[in-house]
């Protein structure tokens, strides 16, 4: 069956078409289109979708959704509509019409990704399940992710993120949870609020589009609870709560964390169950709390839920880790990467660092943290950042290497001997950090996704193919 046919989709989005044509996917970027796809050619800020519709079609898009007609583009391809936002968005709406499973939607301050990305793994067990692909948390995000929804999937599950208030709320309404999941309240996006109460009042737009009788799975621990609470009250929805705290009916009893793995035993719904996560930290083993909280709340057996946790990889950007060898000229011996250079908040900082602190490096290593600026912070992000060094000297870094002008705090508030270096941005850090590894070490890396520390990876990643300053190139790795 194919996801969408030329009818359907102008029957959703009130569009015209003159020819005939079905669709295996849904796509808004011409780069990644693949056979099959509906292109959807939508204006941004910065580029129009109606200029790439051409090059879409010839990379095998089976047709386009369009507002205007391109120049040279075959119209039997074309499903002409008044706007291609709208027409997403109707389309998303369409799509969850349709569907008859069970939809799971996560937002929060953290840990939005990775819940999600557990959520799949453990409802995939259960029977087919639909997630979002990477970060597709916005006003694009969610409808495209509910476009691509096949209608005979179990499982749904959606992501969704906000920097303003009032912008969960549509993406609510259309996605129509049966299980709202907020991972945590912490100060992210700060530039834009005036308090947590406020965040957690935006974070708790995601109640709005809940179907009834929906449960809401709440972060017991945080000061904000019982707000959250409130809100899920007024909205007719159940409350579980996960986290430490006596009274969560998802409670961490204990976590053992090593390098690379995350021992937890928890009480879930009454259940006691004993489960690992591939990942370490014990962000992990909370997140992990609400994600089985939903699966009991889907009627799903927690310990068969849990499960499939045991092969959980961190995503990209988000604690993957990856070994190095270091080549001849440089010493040899490996290195440990932990990449979290996708984004970054004070509360994430210090869970990662903390997940550092879990990991012995090899004989002569250190841990290294290498932190690029938090954005979106306001008016206290000085203070935050130089914040950090209290978790840092807790934990047991050995050496810290900053990037940009809010980090400059950090380096400031530490003592000297754990200052590694500073640069104005990540690839002026580059050099200074490749130059100062050694074998044995382990190096995390982690920024907000604007100060690009995703430089300082690659580069480390690379470190095996530097050419050797006396000559020829070492290739081993």
């Not at 709406?93 to 959520?119: I, N, P, Y």
Request: glycine share 10%; aromatic share 4%.
């Amino acid at each position: 069956m194919s996801l969408w046919t030329a009818d359907a989709i102008a029957a959703a989005t009130g569009g015209s078409l003159t020819g005939s044509f079905a669709v295996e996917g849904v796509s808004i970027d011409s780069r990644t289109v693949a056979p099959g796809d509906l292109f959807i050619a939508l204006v941004g800020p910065n580029h129009d979708g109606h200029t790439h519709v051409a090059a879409a079609l010839e990379a095998g898009a089976a047709g386009a959704l369009v507002h205007m007609l391109p120049e040279g583009a075959d119209r039997d391809r074309l499903i002409l509509v008044d706007d291609t936002f709208d027409a997403l968005n109707a389309l998303g709406k369409a799509g969850r019409d349709r569907f008859g499973g069970k939809v799971v939607a996560v937002t929060g301050s953290v840990g939005k990704t990775s819940s999600k990305e557990m959520l799949a793994l453990v409802l995939s067990a259960f029977g087919p399940t639909h997630a979002a692909v990477g970060s597709f948390n916005n006003h694009w995000g969610v409808p495209l992710t509910l476009a691509r929804m096949p209608a005979d999937a179990a499982y749904a599950v959606i992501e969704m993120g906000m920097n303003h208030a009032g912008e969960i709320t549509p993406l609510s309404r259309l996605a129509r949870a049966h299980v709202a999941i907020i991972t945590t309240i912490a100060p992210v996006h700060m530039e834009f609020f005036d308090s947590l109460d406020a965040i957690a009042d935006a974070k708790a737009e995601i109640f709005t589009g809940c179907e009834d009788w929906a449960t809401a799975v709440l972060p017991r621990d945080i000061p904000q609870y019982d707000r959250l609470t409130h809100a899920a009250h007024v909205r007719g929805l159940t409350v579980l709560p996960f986290g430490e705290d006596m009274t969560a009916e998802a409670r961490l009893l204990d976590a053992s964390i090593n390098a690379e793995r995350t021992l937890i035993f928890a009480i879930i719904g009454g259940h006691k169950v004993t489960y690992s996560i591939g990942a370490s930290g014990r962000h992990w083993a909370t997140n992990s709390l609400a994600v089985l909280g939903a699966a009991h709340a889907l009627g799903l057996p927690v310990e068969e839920a849990a499960r499939p946790l045991a092969s959980m990889a961190p995503p990209k950007g988000r604690g993957a880790r990856h070994t190095v060898s270091l080549p001849a000229h440089a010493g040899g011996g490996t290195f440990v990467v932990v990449d979290e250079s996708y984004n970054a908040s004070p509360t994430a900082v210090a869970a990662t660092v903390a997940a550092l602190a879990a990991v012995n490096p090899a004989k002569g290593g250190r841990r290294i943290a290498v932190l690029g600026d938090m954005l979106e912070l306001g008016d206290d992000a000085p203070g935050l950042h130089a914040g950090l060094a209290e978790p840092i000297q807790r934990h047991g870094v050995d050496l810290v290497f900053t990037a940009g002008p809010l980090m400059a705090h950090l380096r400031d508030a530490l003592p000297p001997h754990l200052r590694g270096g500073h640069a104005a941005d990540s690839q002026a850090l580059v050099a200074e950090v490749c130059a100062a590894v050694r074998a044995g070490d382990v190096v995390m890396v982690k920024g907000s996704a604007g100060s690009r520390m995703g430089r300082v990876v690659e580069a480390l990643l690379t470190l095996a193919e530097t050419p050797d300053p006396a000559g020829g190139r070492d290739t081993s790795r």
